[in-house]
């Protein structure tokens, strides 16, 4: 994202809506990185390259819980 990191965004949809489920979508492998975000309120994440059944995975399983 140009004007903000995903950290950044966790926390603003976090501080919006406590309750949302956010699935982060990352090309960083930096587990440090990876953790704060689920930390800050990322439900779980994804890496990319991603394929089509790993996003409907995430998304089942938050859905289920």
């Given at each position: 994202m ?7 965004v ?8 406590s ?14 990185v ?12 994804i890496s990319?390259p ?7 995975k995430s ?7």
């Amino acid at each position: 994202m140009p004007k903000k990191d995903g950290l950044t965004v966790v926390k603003e949809i976090r501080a919006f809506d406590s309750n949302a489920k956010i699935i982060l979508i990352t090309a960083s492998d930096d587990q440090k990185v990876i953790n704060s975000c689920l930390e800050c309120g990322a439900s779980s994440y994804i890496s990319k390259p991603f394929d089509f059944n790993s996003v409907l995975k995430s998304i089942t399983d938050l859905v289920e819980n």
